[in-house]
Every structure is written in structure tokens, then in C-alpha cells.
């Protein structure tokens, strides 16, 4: 995988999160789908109930959300982690079909892990970024180092990267997130994004838990260099992080947009582009628009300022209006030099 910050093109990475429902099968044809619809890579996160949290049903661990409630952290993450076994499975079957495989590395452990099945980068989850020896453990490693950033302060942004970059990490993406699922537009600020980048000197990208794919889009026009979505087969299909996930026929119009928004950007660029110059000849100027004799002063009423190009340009309406035709001049004549005396 070329380096991130080398890239041309935005990375665009298809979340699959707990959206397998612990089905390999499921999980491969995501990987597949991914593909096809015109992802980077595909991302899964290595964790379990355990390496997270404890098995405990007091009142620090019951979930209060709309989608999540009635359990226990280690319930969810138990029904939500992806079995360790699969993933050399899964690596392989990306490897084949030449799309990136990277995962979210939750504890010095799942770092190991994923370092032994030869991942391309590591990320760190937006929840974990106040773990800075987790941090460190993973910019040891001196492979690019993706940070999502939801819920954190700036001081604590700047602790995180300082944290990366005192391990060795040399090359560090942010991702401005908001973690609330699904995270409310009016909630983005994604001009977050060209000022994250300049105050930390790192490319910056986003990690879009909005429903739909207009902030994403927005993120690219902002200068995001990466874009993580969840992804999954159907919203039917209903897993812990389905509800607000793309499908398919989703992530390929993101991906698409993303590559015409890219397009679009270009340069800071003034004048003629290539197909413009066969519009030139529509531009207004100066034409004779009743009939003149040689000798007769131009006017308002026999020089106009219309389409097409051929004459001379509007901006010398004054300096002709004191002037006398040079000879007789037909309607639709357009006006010359030649013609002024």
C-alpha cells in the first residue's frame, strides 16, 4: 500500500465494524462488496469482551443508548468483536483481490496481533486516543498511524501526536470524528479539518458516522485525505453498528463523488482552460447595429455591445462613440480598428 500521505487520491476505507454478525461468510462478502463498489481498504476492529472491558452488571457498565441499551458493555462487545481466528482468512481474501486490509487496535496485544498478519498501518479508535501508552506501543512500529479524534479536546489531540511521535511514528493521519452514532450534521464542524491540519502539521481526514455521504464529500472539499464509513450489506440486516451504515449501491456513489469532488478541486487556476477556448466566441462586443456611412459619428443607437466575439472588445465603447466611421458599414458588421477615424 503506497504511503498515505503520498496519495493523490483520498483513501476511502469501508468500516465493517461488527456489521460480519460474526459470520465469516458474511464477513468475506463484505470484503468483496467493498471492492466492487470502489473502496481503498476495508477495516475491521480487533478487540473482545475482555481485552475491553470486564464482565460486570453494575451500573458503570449498563449501556444507556437507543440502539444499545438494556446490556452490559461486555454483552455488546461480545455479540460486536470480530473472532481472532478470522482475520488471516480475511487478510488473505483482500490481499487477493487487491484491496487494503488494516484494523483498530484496541490493546498492546491486538497491536502484536495484527503486526503478525502483516496489516499496512494501525489505527487507533477515537475512545482509546486518551491511551497514550497504547499510543506509543503502536507508533513503535513505524508503520502510518491513523488516529480518530472524536470526543478529544485540542490539548488532548496535541498529547496523542506528541505521544506517536515520541515513539517514532512519522507518519500520522488524524481523522476528525464526532462519536455519537449516528452523529447529527449541525454537530461535524468539519472546518475542523484545515485547521486540525495546520495547527498539527499532519494530514487529517474523517471518520463520518453521519447517515448518508454529504459530509464525506464535504470532508474531501475541506482537504481530507482519508475517509472511514461504516459499511454494510443491508440495513436489514440488523447488527450492533448496521443502523448507520451505508449499503452498497451507498458506498460506490460516496466513492464516486469523492473522485468527481477531487477532480473538481484542481488548483488555484485563472484564464482559459482547454474547453473553454471554444466558448470565447460568445463573449459580447462591438458591433455595428444599424446601417453607417463613412463620416457618420458612432452612437449608442449604431454600436452595440452583443454577442458574438468578432469585434472589438465592450471596454472600448467610450473611446468609439468619439469617433466617425472610416466608410459605409452594414448592420452586423463587426467593428474594427480599421473602421474608427
Known sequence: MEKIALRKKCLIAAEIS?????????????????????????????YTADTL??????KYFRIKHPQWGGQTLYQLYQKAYTPWNWFKKLKKEADTIGIAFF??????????????????????????????????????????????????????????????????S?????LKCVSSYPA??????????????AKMKVSVGLSDHTLGIAASVTAVALGATFIEKHFTLSRKIHTPDSFFSLEPSELRELVQNVRVAEKALGKPYYGLTQDERKSLIFRRSLFVVQNIKKGERFSKENIRSIRPADGLPPKYLKQVLKKMSSENLKLGTPLRWKYVK
Do not use: W
Open 170 to 174: 512519522r507518519q500520522i493521519t488524524l
Open 184 to 197: 447529527r450534521p449541525e454537530e461535524m464542524n468539519l472546518k475542523t479539518i484545515p485547521d486540525l491540519r
Open 18 to 46: 461488527a456489521n460480519h454478525g460474526q459470520n465469516l461468510s458474511r464477513a468475506l462478502t463484505l470484503i468483496h462488496k467493498a471492492k466492487e463498489c470502489g473502496a481503498d481498504a476495508v477495516k475491521f476492529q480487533t
Open 53 to 58: 472491558t470486564i464482565n460486570a452488571n453494575n
Open 103 to 168: 484494523s483498530s487496535a484496541f490493546d498492546t496485544t491486538s497491536v502484536d496481533f495484527l503486526e503478525d498478519i502483516g496489516v499496512f498501518c494501525h489505527k487507533i479508535a477515537s475512545f482509546e486516543l486518551v491511551d497514550l501508552p497504547l499510543i506509543e506501543y503502536a507508533a513503535k512500529t513505524r508503520k502510518p498511524l491513523i488516529m480518530s479524534t472524536g470526543m478529544a479536546t485540542l490539548k488532548e489531540i496535541k498529547e496523542a501526536v506528541s505521544a506517536a511521535k515520541r515513539a517514532g
